[in-house]
């Protein structure tokens, strides 16, 4: 008998459908063992996985490819390949060096052709102008390099999570190529940078106007006096000239602000940039004092210099503080030698009188 799993009603073993509320019925076979499976000997079992797998071919055909592509796409885009990486990135930096090279031939042999028609008038003129020919080529290389260190330092920090030495054989590799190439030396370059500096060297600069000379003074300094800016020289005016080979020798005259007048001698050599000074030498500096009246106006005097007093009325001066005191100026002014480091003067007038020191510098100072 069967019964319902439902409502429970007993049902025959042959009904498929309860007869109380029309559920399937399920029937339980009792006491009944499965059917032992029929035994199969080895070549049969063998046959058995031969027609399986020509029946599912092309499922294992499918699965083979798909292995095979797979591979070979980690093989060859997938798998680290430091050495490969690094000489693509070297090759790259080594071409922005090849490059500049072969631009740098083509400017420098551009400016050695048309060196004539620019009729430079100065070895600077000159120099300056190649300096911007070259500058062109030099922004051309840093721009392509610093583009080339960009994609490496990219592919370093893909490479800088690996601790092994995957890492430093990448860093190795690519220094090692670059290194290789960062100096490419090209004959014809260096046989033009000779040419051209020849062609530089024979320009015959003008002679240093009095312009150039008051150029030239900015940074130097004689006793009494270091010239600092273009507007403290009034006046400039050169008074004596004498020429040698590749060397002037110059005496100049000076007006400088706070009244003072100088001469200076300049020694001008010819160097590779144009004429430069080589020596400097003072010939004289003069300082106006004015000597008061009724009062002492210490004076004093500019070392490793002898002086002279020019003046336009008579006056008192004494040689330090408890010094011999002598007349000066007017015909009755007497002859004086004074030596200590500090001076002082008086008017010997009604008026306060100006007095004029003259300074030149001691041949050899102590």
């Not at 399986?52 to 997938?78: K, P, T």
């Not at 583009?147 to 220094?175: N, P």
């Amino acid at each position: 008998m069967a019964y319902c799993t439902k409502c429970g009603k007993q049902n025959p073993d042959t009904a498929k459908f309860c007869t109380g509320c029309g559920n399937i019925l399920v029937h339980r076979a009792t006491n009944t063992l499965p059917a032992p499976l029929p035994q199969r000997s080895f070549g049969e079992r063998i046959n058995m996985s031969k027609n399986f797998v020509r029946r599912h071919r092309g499922f294992f055909l499918l699965c083979l490819s798909l292995s095979i592509i797979s591979a070979g796409i980690y093989y060859f885009f997938l798998r680290p390949q430091p050495e490969k990486d690094a000489k693509k990135l070297a090759l790259a930096y080594c071409k922005c060096a090849e490059d500049s090279s072969k631009n740098n031939i083509v400017h420098l042999k551009h400016f050695s052709d048309n060196f004539e028609k620019n009729n430079f008038k100065s070895k600077s003129l000159a120099r300056t102008t190649f300096t911007q020919y070259y500058r062109i080529v030099q922004q051309k290389y840093d721009t392509c390099t610093q583009e080339a260190k960009e994609k490496y330092h990219e592919t370093l920090r893909k490479y800088s999570k690996r601790k092994d030495k995957i890492r430093f054989l990448f860093i190795d590799s690519y220094h090692l190529r670059t290194n290789s190439c960062s100096s490419i030396s090209i004959p014809e370059s260096a046989s033009l940078h000779r040419e051209i500096a020849d062609k530089i060297a024979a320009i015959s600069d003008p002679d240093p106007d009095i312009l150039k000379v008051k150029n030239d003074l900015i940074g130097y300094q004689i006793p009494g006096w270091r010239f600092s800016y273009l507007s403290d020289i009034l006046e400039c005016s050169i008074i004596n000239k004498t020429a040698g080979h590749e060397r002037l020798d110059y005496l100049v005259s000076l007006k400088l602000n706070g009244e003072h007048d100088a001469q200076v001698r300049i020694v001008y050599l010819q160097g590779v940039n144009g004429w430069y000074i080589h020596e400097l030498k003072a010939v004289y500096i003069t300082y106006v004092n004015i000597a008061p009246v009724g009062e002492w106006r210490t004076i004093t005097p500019l070392p490793n210099c002898t002086y002279t007093i020019s003046q336009a009325g008579r006056y008192w001066i004494r040689d330090g503080n408890y010094g011999q005191t002598y007349k000066g100026g007017g015909p009755d002014g007497e002859q004086f030698s004074l030596t200590s480091s500090n001076v002082y003067i008086t008017s010997r007038e009604e008026n306060p009188v100006k007095l004029i020191f003259t300074y030149r510098p001691k041949e050899n100072p102590m």
